[in-house]
């Protein structure tokens, strides 16, 4: 190689990689090789043949997408999501296709470190780096001479590596999304503001809006009187100081408010002692009534007693006259039926002396004759 060719001597390239658009591809990797084997998995499978089907699909989605080059980023989604969908079996929708299966898969290849972090960052970095990024959205390729221009770029390239400078904050990106993290990240601390002077941390504002800070809007003492003016916490003492007049005057009025609604409670409280005696007056008068009432019961309840035992007494001798009448009914048709008897017996007799009788003038009439 010449030293005089300066195309030729043009080897030494930046790799910078956008860290959250390679830790996007690893993750879409990750994801798409846990759906597909929630697709192709029944409740047969074992947690042994799944880890297994993940490592083949693993490496199958790695060929497939290495042989493409010249695209774009959005090109590399779109064969992640269509070798995913070539997964999906007859069965797919039955024994879970839906995203909580599919994070639960997730976990279980995790944890059996089927296909670890170390090895999807490096192809994530592989497809952008050289086959997905044809418009270098994400990657840096820049060529340089020597060593000493590459290290210089490395630190100014755009795609440099940063990580988030705020405390608690562990985000990495390239040094060309460096403001728009700063703009948005959680963790920054930031003015307060409703300006009370204070660095108050970005995810914490509301807290400290609504509770500590000096420079939050609270009611005033003399709110329930009128005053409506929006005032600071650190600002209450000014004013109440300046608008010490318009709450006494607030204060006076109440007042007055008051003692007139005094004025008419207390009248009020006198009108119902007096309906109160009224209507104690009332009541009496109904107490006596009940008495005479429950008097007049009483003597009824009494006339009714005893008509009630005259009556019971008067059922009773009915009851002996029936008695009596029955038994006398029963000696009379006794006595009836006996003399029928007797008359029936002295008829025979009367009857037969008569026979006698006839017999004897026959005697006589024959007698006679001769």
């Known amino acids: 190689m010449s030293s005089e060719d300066p195309v030729a001597t043009r080897t030494l390239t ?11 591809v690893a993750l879409a990797l990750f994801s798409a090789i846990a759906r597909a084997v929630v697709y192709q998995s029944s409740i047969l499978s074992s947690s042994a043949s799944r880890a297994k089907q993940a490592g083949l699909y693993a490496r199958e ?7 493409t080059s010249g695209k774009k980023l959005s090109d590399l989604l779109n064969a992640i999501n269509a070798w995913t969908a070539s997964k999906r079996g007859l069965m797919s929708e039955i024994f879970g296709s839906a995203d909580a299966a599919q994070v639960q898969m997730e976990n ?10 170390g090895a999807r960052h490096a192809l994530a970095l592989k497809l952008v780096r050289d086959h997905y990024d044809i418009d270098h959205q994400a990657h840096c390729s820049t060529s340089f001479e020597n060593e000493e221009a590459l290290f210089q770029h490395k630190l100014e390239c755009s795609f440099r590596p940063m990580s988030c400078q705020n405390e608690g904050c562990v985000a990495t990106f390239s040094l060309n999304q460096q403001s728009k993290h700063d703009s948005k990240c959680a963790f920054k601390m930031v003015p307060c503001k409703l300006e009370c002077g204070q660095l108050v941390m970005r995810k914490e504002m509301t807290e400290h809006t609504t509770g500590p800070c000096e420079m939050r809007e609270v009611v005033c003492p003399y709110s329930s009187l009128g005053c409506s003016c929006p005032v600071r916490q650190r600002l209450m003492p000014a004013h109440l100081v300046e ?15 008051t003692s007139l609604r005094v004025d008419e409670v207390e009248k009020w409280a006198a009108d119902v002692v007096a309906n109160d005696e009224r209507r104690r007056e009332g009541v009496r008068a109904i107490d006596a009534s009940l008495l005479a009432l429950e008097t007049k019961h009483l003597d009824l309840d009494k006339d009714h ?9 008067l059922e009773g001798r009915v009851k002996d006259l029936e008695s009596t009448t029955k038994s006398q009914n029963n000696k009379l048709e006794a006595r009836v039926k006996e003399l029928e008897s ?14 006698t009788l006839d017999g004897i003038m ?3 009439s024959s007698i006679a004759k001769r």
């Open 342 to 355: 007797l008359v029936k017996q002295q008829a025979a007799e009367i009857a037969a002396q008569r026979k």
């Open 61 to 67: 989605l790695e060929d497939i997408l290495e042989r």
């Open 108 to 117: 279980e290849l995790e944890s059996a470190d089927v296909w670890p972090e």
């Open 362 to 364: 026959k005697t006589f």
């Open 305 to 313: 007693t005893a008509t009630k035992s005259q009556q019971i007494k």
């Open 14 to 24: 930046c790799d910078h990689v956008c860290p959250s658009t390679s830790a996007n």
């Open 243 to 257: 608008n010490q007049d318009n709450h006494l005057r607030m204060l006076y009025a109440e007042t007055s408010k």
